[in-house]
């Protein structure tokens, strides 16, 4: 009976604890994405908009997201760059997201979780839109992500 009571009350605080990147204002400028290094050593060049999504391979949620964020990225070409970003720094996790890379779409290993801090990451699948100046555009769960969102910021 103990345990079911602590479970409620965990679950309830969870419930109750705001699940936001505190340091994602929209329309400010966001920290620079710099990661320690590039899968296959390719780093973005320039777009109009740029996608960050912070990955971890344990969650089920942030592989539906990366499949979300190919086709996006795909259907959009030039005009968005979808960087992926991971803390995970072994060979499971780059075979993970190779198949996911393309000529938009990159990713980068952050093993200290350096950017996720900088950005106030507290859950996966999440991501910013970013426009060429480095401002926030949109923040939230990649899942609610798609390309009519990035259509009202064009």
């Known amino acids: 009976m103990k345990k079911a009571i602590s479970m409620l009350l965990l679950a309830l605080a969870a419930y ?10 929209l329309g400010e400028r966001v920290p620079e994405v710099k990661v320690q290094s590039w899968i296959e050593d390719r780093a973005p060049g320039n777009a ?6 912070f990955f971890h391979s344990s969650c089920g949620s942030s592989i539906d997201a990366l499949k979300r964020l190919k086709a996006i990225s795909e259907t959009m070409g030039r005009e968005l760059n ?3 970003v991971t803390t995970a ?12 890379l393309s000529r938009n779409m990159f990713a980068g290993i952050d093993p200290n979780g350096k950017l996720f801090k900088s950005f106030g990451v507290t859950y996966v699948p999440f991501g910013v839109l970013l426009d060429n100046k480095n401002r926030a555009l949109w923040a939230g769960n990649t899942l609610n992500f798609d ?7 064009k």
């Open 147 to 153: 390309t009519e969102t990035i259509k009202n910021f």
């Open 16 to 25: 109750h604890t705001p699940l936001s990147a505190q340091n994602v204002a």
């Open 89 to 100: 720094d072994d060979t499971a996790s780059e075979a993970l997201l190779r198949p996911y």
């Open 82 to 84: 979808v960087v992926v």
């Open 48 to 53: 109009p908009m740029t996608y960050v999504e």
